[in-house]
T-cell receptor, first 115, second 113 residues
Framework: GAGVSQSPRYKVAKRGQDVALRCDPI?????LFWYQQALGQGPEFLTY????????KSGLPSDRFFAERPEGSVSTLKIQRTQQEDSAVYLC?????????????FGPGTRLTVL | AQSVTQLGSHVSVSEGALVLLRCNYS??????LFWYVQYPNQGLQLLLK??????LVKGINDFEAEFKKSETSFHLTKPSAHMSDAAEYFC???????????FGGGTRVLVKP
């Protein structure tokens, strides 16, 4: 079956531009996560949704970052006024349950480059 | 706070040799531990997970890991490396009653013919 998909796969933005990154989770998955992976580092948690509710946004680095999942399926991560330090791969993951050991299935990521 | 430390950012092994990737965690409570693999331009794929059942966990592609509470370690091994094992490997932890993954810095594995 289809896995987690993300679009676009690559995005180049000029500093100061707004960007929107899309995540399509596996159908029926309740939990959705966003992670940021800087070059040469492990992914870092950004935010978590359970259905349409954003239950944890403790990892969002600034108020320029905003995520939504209005109908409990597709999610969008928006970054306003992009800065060079926002350059990273943004990974989306979904999980069928809400427990702490449910496997998270990852998408291929969106590589954002801010010039 | 909990964290994960992976010793060695790069490991080079010969095809057919043992693969050993080290992971140590710090946690005040027993954690759930995971190993993920990331191939170039792909998302992370789960290799195996420890959820407080058996301490020796077997995963896909002949990988296994052993949870050692006394050493706060969860090292990943594979008896015989294949060329297809060349990838980056991440150890991760989830705190009990939480669900977000905290990752180590990753270890890139190079397999020499």
């Amino acid at each position: 079956g289809a896995g987690v998909s993300q679009s676009p796969r690559y995005k180049v933005a000029k500093r100061g531009q707004d960007v929107a990154l899309r995540c399509d989770p596996i159908s029926g998955h309740v939990s959705l996560f966003w992670y940021q992976q800087a070059l040469g580092q492990g992914p870092e948690f950004l935010t978590y949704f359970q259905n349409e509710a954003q239950l944890d946004k403790s990892g969002l680095p600034s108020d320029r970052f905003f995520a939504e999942r209005p109908e409990g399926s597709v999610s969008t991560l928006k970054i306003q006024r992009t800065q060079q330090e926002d350059s990273a791969v943004y990974l989306c993951a979904s999980s069928s349950g809400t427990g702490d050991y449910n496997e998270q299935f990852f998408g291929p990521g969106t590589r954002l480059t801010v010039l | 706070a909990q964290s994960v430390t992976q010793l060695g950012s790069h490991v080079s092994v010969s095809e057919g040799a043992l693969v050993l990737l080290r992971c140590n965690y710090s946690s005040s409570v027993p954690p759930y531990l995971f190993w993920y693999v990331q191939y170039p331009n792909q998302g992370l794929q789960l290799l195996l997970k420890y959820t407080s059942a058996a301490t020796l966990v077997k995963g896909i592609n002949d990988f296994e890991a052993e949870f050692k509470k006394s050493e706060t370690s969860f090292h990943l091994t594979k008896p015989s490396a294949h060329m297809s094992d060349a990838a980056e490997y991440f150890c991760a932890v989830v705190k009990a009653a939480g669900n977000k993954l905290t990752f180590g810095g990753g270890t890139r594995v190079l397999v020499k013919p």
